[in-house]
């Protein structure tokens, strides 16, 4: 029988055969990810559990990431018991402030994650290595508790809905805006606790950086996880970074999908998601006069080095409206330095931009950027939800790097052609 | 199993895990100081009027987003006995077993009780009887796995039975 790629890579870990949606299986995990929030919960529950040692000190990745470089006490106390953990545990892939990132960005970086992995992390945007040909997918703390100790987890296996991307992507349409308008069109629980397979002429011609921007917000769509089937991309991606053994698995020709969206994008604009859901999505030409206060380039979503070069392509000469904060967060200290060298971190600062340390801060309202009342953000990050990024009656606006570049010269949501 | 009885407190579709408890109170994971923030940015007042007892009705999606377990905690601190919705978003339908906080998928109990009906839950059969309108609803059959953790206490006290850790 016929399996899709997310049925073969859980059949794989289950030790079967085959496994069909709605099957519940107990997977062997490869890796498994905490952070500054959500570990810290996790080992209360793991010392409750009354083992020792953790089932593999090489396979638990701890980095915080939220609320660092600690924004208070209250936030110092939380990231100490996680890195007290990682010391007694002996972890190999502890990630202090100064040589960190934002987890999603760093574990790929780092050749944490390969094709044909499985991954549970307690962060909902786990599902972001999806993009490398890997099952991930988030848990909670109680989850990630579990698996510490047993290196094991129970999934139902999802159904798969595929995403097929036809045409040509115009000039300065990318990955979120792809994932954007997909979201808009099925909704925020539009493939919820399923599969989401992007497939198509436009995925294989993606950079691996765009593929990561889409699968991460596959959670955004209720989805259990997104993820594009491996190919040359994907080699080029891990060369020099996995360095142990992986396996590449495809969906068979005549495997059974729950749907099939095709989609041609030759006429896609870029677009942005409203205040208070990533589904209220409109195209660029339909926004309307909407002033902001600040924009935010950065996050798991939208921080890596070819976003920054997005922003910088807009940025370069120009100057951030004087009545705007503009905030670029890179994020991994590689891709920092990645973006030092090339001259962005120059462009950003000579156009009035603040660049921080990478941090989740202000995706989730943390720090680094918090809205006051009536204020209105124009943010490359996840989420738009009621109070995400601070006061309750802020307003936060999704793009891609290149629309929040222009709207942050601009002083309004703009395309990048207005800029000139 | 016992039956839960309270005032129903309604919420609409996609109640998504920033209104449950905001990420700026993420800085702790104590469950009374949870509480207080508990819904804040749907209903302000809601932490400070909720009573124990009283059980969370809401549409779609509910609790979609993050992972935060703090959530489901923060409402199971404040004393909401269970929640009611026409359907859950994964993690938070899987956090809530885990930590024990009873969640009931009924697409009819979320249409049919409106705000401040008395409401009767048997987690057993699956029946929510709604005392202020003579009505009754039917949930979605919890998966026999999941009536283990629960029947367990938890996925932690299932986790140690499986290592041995305590008598079964």
Redesign the interface.
């Given at each position: 029988m016929s399996m899709t790629i997310t049925e073969k890579i859980l059949a794989a870990h289950a030790g079967l055969e085959r496994v069909e949606p709605g099957q519940?299986v107990n997977v062997r995990v490869d890796l498994v990810l905490g952070n500054d929030?959500?570990a810290?919960?996790a080992i209360?529950?793991f010392r409750?559990?009354?083992?020792e040692r953790v089932f593999d000190p090489e396979r638990v990745v701890l980095v915080p990431d939220?609320?660092v470089p600690n924004?208070?006490i209250?936030?110092a106390e939380?990231a100490k018991v996680v890195r007290e953990f990682a010391r007694e545990q002996g972890l190999t892939h502890y990630y202090e402030v100064g040589r960190m990132g934002i987890e999603h960005c760093l574990l790929p970086e780092q050749g944490l994650v390969a094709p044909g992995e499985l991954i549970i992390?307690?962060?909902?945007h786990?599902c972001t290595y999806g993009a490398l040909g890997a099952f991930a997918t988030?848990?909670?703390?109680?989850?990630l508790?579990?698996a510490m100790?047993?290196g094991e987890i129970?999934l139902k296996v999802p159904p798969t809905i595929k995403f097929v991307y036809h045409g040509q992507l115009p000039p300065w349409v990318g990955g979120k805006d792809l994932i954007l308008y997909t979201i808009g069109k099925i909704g925020?629980?539009g493939a919820?606790?399923k599969a989401m397979e992007f497939t198509g002429p436009v995925i294989e011609g993606m950079s691996m950086d765009g593929r990561l921007t889409m699968a991460n917000m596959a959670v955004e769509a209720?989805a259990?996880n997104g993820i594009v089937p491996p190919d040359g991309v994907t080699l080029r991606y891990i060369e020099g970074r996995v360095k142990r053994p992986y396996r590449l698995y495809h969906s068979d020709p005549d495997a059974r999908y729950e749907e099939v969206y095709e989609f041609d994008v030759s006429g896609l604009e870029p677009q942005v998601a409203f205040p208070h859901?990533p589904a209220n999505v409109r195209p660029i030409s339909e926004v309307g006069l909407v002033e902001i206060h600040q924009a935010v380039i950065g996050s798991c979503t939208n921080g890596r080095l070819e976003d920054l070069r997005e922003a910088a392509r807009v940025l370069k000469g120009k100057k951030v409206h004087p009545y705007v904060r503009l905030i670029v967060i890179p994020g991994t200290q590689e891709i920092y330095r990645a973006a030092l060298r090339e001259g962005l971190i120059e462009i950003f600062l000579e156009a009035g931009a603040a660049v921080s340390t990478p941090t989740c801060g202000p995706c989730?309202?943390?720090h680094m950027g918090i809205l006051a009342a009536g204020e209105r953000c124009i943010a490359t990050t996840n989420?738009n939800?009621?109070?995400?990024m601070?006061h309750?009656e802020s307003e936060v606006y999704l793009s891609g790097p290149a629309v929040a570049a222009a709207s942050a010269v601009l002083g309004r949501i703009a395309a990048p052609w207005e800029v000139q | 199993m016992e039956k839960l009885r309270g005032r129903a407190w309604k919420f609409g579709h996609?109640i998504?895990t920033?209104?449950i408890i905001?990420?700026?109170y993420?800085?702790?994971?104590d469950p009374a100081e949870l509480a207080r923030h508990c819904m804040?940015?749907?209903d302000p007042s809601f932490a400070g009027r909720v009573q124990p007892g009283d059980v969370i009705v809401a549409g779609?999606?509910f609790g979609?987003?993050?992972?935060?377990?703090?959530a489901p905690l923060a409402i199971k601190a404040c004393g909401v006995s269970c929640v009611i919705a026409a359907?859950f978003?994964?993690?938070f339908y899987?956090?809530a077993f885990?930590?024990g906080l009873p969640i009931l998928e009924s697409p009819e109990a979320a249409a049919g009780i409106r705000q401040g009906d008395e409401v009767e839950v048997d987690l057993g059969s699956g029946t929510i009887t709604n005392l202020t309108r003579g009505e009754q609803y039917r949930a979605a059959p919890v998966?026999p796995?999941m009536q283990e953790i629960i029947a367990a206490g938890?996925?932690?006290n299932y986790?140690?039975r499986?290592?041995g850790?305590d008598e079964v």
């Amino acid at each position: 029988m016929s399996m899709t790629i997310t049925e073969k890579i859980l059949a794989a870990h289950a030790g079967l055969e085959r496994v069909e949606p709605g099957q519940l299986v107990n997977v062997r995990v490869d890796l498994v990810l905490g952070n500054d929030i959500t570990a810290p919960m996790a080992i209360q529950e793991f010392r409750r559990i009354g083992v020792e040692r953790v089932f593999d000190p090489e396979r638990v990745v701890l980095v915080p990431d939220h609320f660092v470089p600690n924004k208070d006490i209250k936030s110092a106390e939380q990231a100490k018991v996680v890195r007290e953990f990682a010391r007694e545990q002996g972890l190999t892939h502890y990630y202090e402030v100064g040589r960190m990132g934002i987890e999603h960005c760093l574990l790929p970086e780092q050749g944490l994650v390969a094709p044909g992995e499985l991954i549970i992390g307690a962060d909902s945007h786990t599902c972001t290595y999806g993009a490398l040909g890997a099952f991930a997918t988030g848990v909670g703390s109680t989850d990630l508790a579990a698996a510490m100790a047993l290196g094991e987890i129970w999934l139902k296996v999802p159904p798969t809905i595929k995403f097929v991307y036809h045409g040509q992507l115009p000039p300065w349409v990318g990955g979120k805006d792809l994932i954007l308008y997909t979201i808009g069109k099925i909704g925020v629980d539009g493939a919820r606790y399923k599969a989401m397979e992007f497939t198509g002429p436009v995925i294989e011609g993606m950079s691996m950086d765009g593929r990561l921007t889409m699968a991460n917000m596959a959670v955004e769509a209720g989805a259990k996880n997104g993820i594009v089937p491996p190919d040359g991309v994907t080699l080029r991606y891990i060369e020099g970074r996995v360095k142990r053994p992986y396996r590449l698995y495809h969906s068979d020709p005549d495997a059974r999908y729950e749907e099939v969206y095709e989609f041609d994008v030759s006429g896609l604009e870029p677009q942005v998601a409203f205040p208070h859901s990533p589904a209220n999505v409109r195209p660029i030409s339909e926004v309307g006069l909407v002033e902001i206060h600040q924009a935010v380039i950065g996050s798991c979503t939208n921080g890596r080095l070819e976003d920054l070069r997005e922003a910088a392509r807009v940025l370069k000469g120009k100057k951030v409206h004087p009545y705007v904060r503009l905030i670029v967060i890179p994020g991994t200290q590689e891709i920092y330095r990645a973006a030092l060298r090339e001259g962005l971190i120059e462009i950003f600062l000579e156009a009035g931009a603040a660049v921080s340390t990478p941090t989740c801060g202000p995706c989730l309202g943390g720090h680094m950027g918090i809205l006051a009342a009536g204020e209105r953000c124009i943010a490359t990050t996840n989420r738009n939800f009621v109070g995400r990024m601070g006061h309750p009656e802020s307003e936060v606006y999704l793009s891609g790097p290149a629309v929040a570049a222009a709207s942050a010269v601009l002083g309004r949501i703009a395309a990048p052609w207005e800029v000139q | 199993m016992e039956k839960l009885r309270g005032r129903a407190w309604k919420f609409g579709h996609d109640i998504d895990t920033d209104m449950i408890i905001p990420a700026r109170y993420l800085n702790t994971s104590d469950p009374a100081e949870l509480a207080r923030h508990c819904m804040e940015d749907a209903d302000p007042s809601f932490a400070g009027r909720v009573q124990p007892g009283d059980v969370i009705v809401a549409g779609r999606n509910f609790g979609c987003g993050s992972s935060r377990e703090h959530a489901p905690l923060a409402i199971k601190a404040c004393g909401v006995s269970c929640v009611i919705a026409a359907s859950f978003a994964r993690i938070f339908y899987r956090n809530a077993f885990n930590i024990g906080l009873p969640i009931l998928e009924s697409p009819e109990a979320a249409a049919g009780i409106r705000q401040g009906d008395e409401v009767e839950v048997d987690l057993g059969s699956g029946t929510i009887t709604n005392l202020t309108r003579g009505e009754q609803y039917r949930a979605a059959p919890v998966p026999p796995f999941m009536q283990e953790i629960i029947a367990a206490g938890g996925l932690i006290n299932y986790v140690r039975r499986r290592l041995g850790k305590d008598e079964v």
